[in-house]
């Protein structure tokens, strides 16, 4: 098979890693086998207690009032080691999905039902992402690679105080390691199939009693895994170079302490590919003797993504205060390519297929701009009173541009359409905290952001697809909503037994107003109204049976009033954005950790979300390739009403389980384990059809490995997606029954180093 043509900037990273990873493989030297004092392993089941800053603070997670799931070391190690993306998160935590339709970048995450389905490139989402205590607002920035973390936090409901605009549903929070003052880091290389290549490995460096320096890296890529059998479009796809690197410098002297970030991303491969008439007609079955690896089109296909940036976080502790600043500046570049009617001809262009393309639809996004700067300055108390509170103000700037192509198909895949789009967006905030404790066992807390946002956009359609590029388009079409937001929230948190704690929160989120401007195909943008969530969740978490078990539950109801929703147009390649009235949601979300032995330990996430959109009045556009719409139909021709419908890509269950053996023999451990993520049912658009509404989905993988000397090295094999589970999890609408796939299975070895 071809492979991606070779990239210099690539290359050399692959490069570097392979070096750091060997280098890593064994004894560097005396003086350094000397600084590797790998810590004699705990001879205890209990379970470690878990530290997390959901509130800006390091706590216990148990004395947090918030449902809360951290996922750090070997779990984290299992689940990427197949080269994934950021999607491997999806299911992995109760009420937590993650999709794309763009590949491995643009990742939409949900949390309890809430999400965004738009696929523009400005598009909002109402799950923030913080990485390394940096918002990441941009699709584009979002889906960085995930390699030498400490910690990911999965933060549930709204968190509009203390992490603030577009989280009404929550916060993804990951946190890199940091350096330290010891001479250590590690280094991995994995080999699976399809050539895949996955490198990852970091050194940690003291400079000298004030400094320290961790670099680390990751460099995934594999061959091409599907072929396209005519001789026109892309002739080889699926596969990708995604290499990412990052650079941290920690100075600490007195009571001053500067954590300085610079990291980079260069991906290159596909986009996702859409492969036409894969649904069986009134059903959601692939259509029989479907074949992953063959995919005949007549488009292009290729995507490319680089991402760079910087942060300073910088903080003063002095006497009863902590002074923090953090300063960050990040861009981006992307173009996406694909065949979107996942085909070749057309109904009046013969030979066409696979099935029945009534037009060829081949497209492509670009952000040849985009930068972000951001900046907090935050006080906060760091005496032992019972009183503790948390001050702020938060700046962030946006700038944009994003690119429209079409292209030919039938003459040549040459461009005949374009429009252009640019988005300046600002936002201003003040925010602060207050936690009390009433008593040894009850403990309040408090706050409130108040917010600001505004945006200038503009868009033009200077190239109308299919006529002459000196036909023009359309005048410059210009939309500046602004609005300003109050959040709060309120929590308690009660200590029953050293084992046991109660907790209660109020909170509400808010979203800014959006804007869709894809006008390649129509001659309107769309705005939706900022919108409000109020939640409420109470639950438990409790140590059970000598702290070798630890079980959290938590119940909750939320109301999204003028919730953003993405709208389809029918047959036209465009979307547009709406306000329902409201919806709701209630539900549970039960996490479960257990040593059962010194031998085995356990996993166990389940959650429940039922979801409703609530708007007798709304009604949208449904398919344009006349699948089977089961809603009322409504108004107008072509519409259904959605009233009473549970949110889009949002399973009602979602459940996780994960077993681990391990035993000593002769030097070293044995170990093996299983994982399992389940996903439900779910609509893939606002609408509901029986071709789009998604099965459930199970999916699990296997690793089996040995470690020896004291952990400093371990030899593994892994299988994910082991049942080589294949249906239709995405479509695509407004041409034909076109349906995008969940990864195939993959499998390899993987060898890691520590020192």
């Not at 689940?79 to 993650?98: E, H, T």
């Not at 919806?583 to 059962?596: C, I, K, S, V, Y």
């Amino acid at each position: 098979m071809r492979k991606i043509t070779s990239h210099p900037v690539l290359n050399s990273t692959s490069k570097t890693l392979i070096a750091l990873a060997v280098a890593t493989a064994f004894p560097m030297h005396a003086a350094w086998a000397q600084e590797a004092k790998p810590e004699t392993a705990k001879n205890t089941t209990q379970l470690e207690t878990v530290i997390v800053t959901a509130n800006r603070r390091a706590e216990n997670i148990k004395e947090v009032p918030m449902s809360i799931t951290a996922i750090k070391g070997e779990a984290l190690d299992t689940y990427n080691a197949s080269g994934q993306d950021i999607r491997f998160l999806a299911a992995r935590v109760p009420s937590l999905n993650v999709e794309s339709d763009f590949g491995r970048s643009f990742p939409r995450f949900y949390i309890r039902g809430l999400g965004n389905t738009d696929f523009d490139l400005n598009a909002s989402q109402p799950v923030g992402l913080v990485y390394d205590d940096v918002v990441q607002e941009s699709p584009m920035l979002k889906g960085f690679p995930v390699f030498d973390v400490d910690q990911v936090e999965i933060l549930r409901g709204p968190q509009g105080t203390l992490f603030g605009r577009n989280s009404p549903a929550g916060v993804l929070k990951f946190d890199s390691a940091k350096p330290t003052r010891r001479l250590e880091g590690y280094g991995s290389v994995g080999f699976g199939n399809n050539s895949a290549l996955n490198l990852e490995g970091a050194i940690n460096i003291p400079l000298n009693d004030a400094w320290a320096m961790r670099f680390s890296g990751q460099a995934q890529s594999r061959d091409d895994r599907v072929t396209n059998p005519r001789s026109t479009g892309t002739k080889t796809l699926e596969g990708y170079h995604d290499n990412a690197a990052r650079l941290q410098l920690l100075y600490k002297n007195g009571n001053f302490s500067a954590l300085l970030n610079a990291h980079g991303r260069d991906m290159a491969g596909n986009a996702t590919l859409f492969r036409a008439n894969i649904i069986q007609k009134g059903t959601n079955e692939l259509v029989p003797g479907f074949d992953y690896a063959n995919y005949p089109t007549d488009g292009i296909n290729r995507q490319t993504l680089t991402s760079s940036g910087a942060s300073a976080r910088l903080r003063w502790d002095l006497d009863g205060i902590s002074l923090h600043s953090i300063t960050a500046y990040d861009k981006a570049k992307f173009y996406s390519r694909a065949d979107v009617d996942g085909g070749f001809g057309a109904s009046f262009a013969s030979p066409m297929g696979p099935g029945f393309i009534p037009f060829p639809a081949e497209t492509a996004d670009g952000m040849p701009y985009l930068r972000q700067v951001t900046q907090e300055f935050r006080v906060e108390s760091n005496t032992k009173d019972a009183l503790q509170w948390i001050g702020g103000l938060y700046y962030f700037s946006e700038n944009l541009q994003v690119d429209s192509f079409d292209y030919n198909s039938l003459g040549g895949n040459v461009q005949d359409g374009y429009a252009v789009q640019h988005q300046y967006a600002k936002s201003y905030a003040a925010f602060g905290t207050l936690n009390y404790a009433v008593s040894d066992q009850l403990k309040l807390r408090g706050g409130l952001r108040y917010t600001s946002d505004k945006k200038d956009f503009d868009a033009q359609r200077q190239w109308t697809p299919g006529n002459p590029q000196s036909a023009g388009g359309t005048p410059v079409l210009r939309a500046n909503p602004s609005a300003s937001n109050v959040s709060w929230d309120l929590g308690a948190n009660y200590t029953l037994d050293k084992q046991t704690s109660l907790f209660f929160r109020a909170a509400t989120g808010y979203r800014a107003p959006s804007i869709q401007g894809r006008i390649l195909f129509g001659d309107s943008i769309s705005v939706a109204n900022s919108e409000k969530t109020l939640s409420f969740e109470a639950g438990i978490k409790k140590d059970l049976f000598d702290n070798t078990a630890r079980i959290s539950a938590t119940v909750f109801q939320y109301t999204a009033k003028d919730l953003q929703l993405t709208a389809g147009s029918g047959a036209v390649n465009q979307n547009k954005l709406v306000n329902a009235d409201k919806a709701t949601g209630q539900g549970f979300e039960l996490d479960l950790q257990a040593n059962l032995n010194r031998n085995w330990k356990t996993t166990v996430g389940i959650s429940y979300n039922d979801t409703q959109i609530k708007d007798p009045g709304l009604f949208v556009a449904t398919c344009g390739n006349g699948c089977t719409v089961t809603n009322p139909l409504g108004p107008f021709a072509g519409t259904a009403a959605i009233n009473g419908n549970p949110l889009p890509r949002a399973p009602k269950w979602v459940g996780n389980f994960s077993l681990r053996y391990s035993t000593p023999i002769a030097e070293g451990n044995l170990y093996a384990s299983t994982d399992w993520a389940y996903k439900d049912t779910y609509n893939m658009f606002l609408y509901e059809a029986k071709e789009y509404k998604a099965k459930s989905l199970l999916e699990g993988g296997l690793r089996i490995g040995y470690t020896w000397a004291d952990g400093k090295y371990e030899l593994a094999a892994y299988g994910r997606n082991i049942t080589n589970k294949q249906q239709v999890i995405a479509a695509i609408d407004f041409n034909n029954l076109t349906g995008i796939l969940n990864e195939p299975r993959s499998y390899g070895i993987q060898f890691k180093a520590n020192f």
